[in-house]
Each structure stands twice: as C-alpha cells, then as structure tokens.
C-alpha cells in the first residue's frame, strides 16, 4: 500500500517554464513533509521541506504548497532549468517518530532547452 | 565537511549467497537509517538505528538485518539472496532522531545473478 501518492510519473517542461509535481497522503499523522531531488548516480538530496503549520514555503525558484484538510503537496519549480533535469521523490513521516520516510514514487522531470 | 559513505558500491551476487553492506554517516550523526531503491517499488525504508539501538524497521523479511556500532558506522546484511534483492541500497545519516533532513549516500547497487 503506497502511502505517499505522487504524480505525474514523467514531466517535460521548456525551459523558463513551471514544472508542478502533486502528492497526496492518508495517514493524518504525518507531519513532516520533504521533498528530494536525485540525480542519476547519486542519492536522494533533501531540496525543500513544510511542516503542516503553514500552507507555504520558498526556496528560490522552488516553491511547496500543503493542503492539511485535502492532505495534499505539491511541489512548484519556477524558471525551470535544464539542470533542473533529475527525479523528485516527496515523502512524509511522523516528526515525532523515527528517521521513517514514506517516499512517492518519483516524478522525472525533463527540462527542454 | 565529508560525506555519508557507502561501500561497496557495486557489487553482484548469485542467489543463496549473503551480502553485508557498509555505511559511514557524517561525523556528528548518530541517525543511520536504510532503504531499498528498485524501479518497481521505488524507496523503501528498511530499518534505522540510532545510538547502536534499532528504533524503527520497514516491512522486509529476516533476511534482512542491521546493525549500529559504537563510532555510529552501520552495516546492513542481506542472507539467502533472491533474484528480487537485486537493488539500489542507500544510506541516510541524520543529526536528529526523527522529523530531520536526511544525508544520503550514493548507494550500494546490489546485482543478483
């Protein structure tokens, strides 16, 4: 049973465009809300996180907005960038429990010159 | 400042054998959490220790198991490799015990013939 429900699975985007990734979640005890950039070859980087206290957090040109009553996420990169070309993985897990992530399952992101 | 290590980074097995995996987190971290990365399942989290002890573990058989050693390095151990073990294992070290970012590895890519 996925816990954590992203999508779209593959998104391409001109450059200078806005790429969105949507996740959605069940379990009301997650509050912790991550979202990971990887890179073919590497691990999984932490890129910007919420916590469900407020609805929004930028970071640059990237951008959560959190949803607690729908019990949804999304991630917003604007100005999209060629090297921006990686998977995003979000994930949630309980603050107060223990380093458990409870990944989607990647969006891969292909941003076209 | 260095980061999480992981060896060895590739590795192939045949089925029946056993595999241990090793992981050396960032200086100062006392979090070492493992998951799986396949292209079906995506992450998975195995297991996470936190001051030699085991605090949390994924839903994975037996077979797989873990431990912490005093110096915060972790090894995890696959036994009676299955063909479906065949998998990107990453690393993740963490300064808190739970609701923190996680450092990741580059992973232990796992080939089982």
């Known amino acids: 049973q996925q816990q954590v429900k992203q999508s779209p699975q593959s998104l391409i985007v001109q450059k200078g465009g806005i790429s969105i990734i949507n996740c959605a979640y069940e379990?009301?005890?997650?509050?912790?809300f991550p979202w990971y950039q990887q890179f073919p070859g590497k691990g999984p980087a932490l890129l910007i996180a919420i916590r469900p206290d407020v609805s929004e957090k930028k970071e640059g040109r990237f951008t959560i907005s959190f949803n607690k009553s729908a019990k949804q996420f999304s991630l917003h990169i604007m100005d999209s960038q060629p090297g921006d070309s990686a998977t995003y993985f979000c994930a949630a897990t309980p603050q107060t429990g223990a380093n458990n992530l409870f990944f989607g399952t990647g969006t891969r992101l292909t941003v076209i010159p | 400042k260095a980061g999480v290590t992981q060896t060895p980074r590739y590795l192939i097995k045949t089925r029946g054998q056993q595999v241990t995996l090793s992981c050396s987190p960032i200086s100062g971290h006392r979090s070492v959490s493992w998951y799986q990365q396949t292209p079906g399942q995506g992450l998975q989290f195995l297991f996470e220790y936190f001051s030699e002890t085991q605090r949390n573990k994924g839903n994975f058989p037996g077979r797989f198991s873990g431990r912490q050693f005093s110096n915060s390095r972790s090894e995890m151990n696959v036994s009676t490799l299955e063909l479906g073990d065949s998998a990107l294992y990453l690393c993740?070290?963490?300064?808190?015990?739970?609701?923190?970012?996680?450092?990741f590895g580059e992973g232990s890519r796992l080939t089982v013939l």
């Open positions: 993740a070290s963490s300064i808190l015990q739970g609701g923190g970012e996680l450092f």
């Open positions: 379990n009301t005890a997650f509050d912790y």
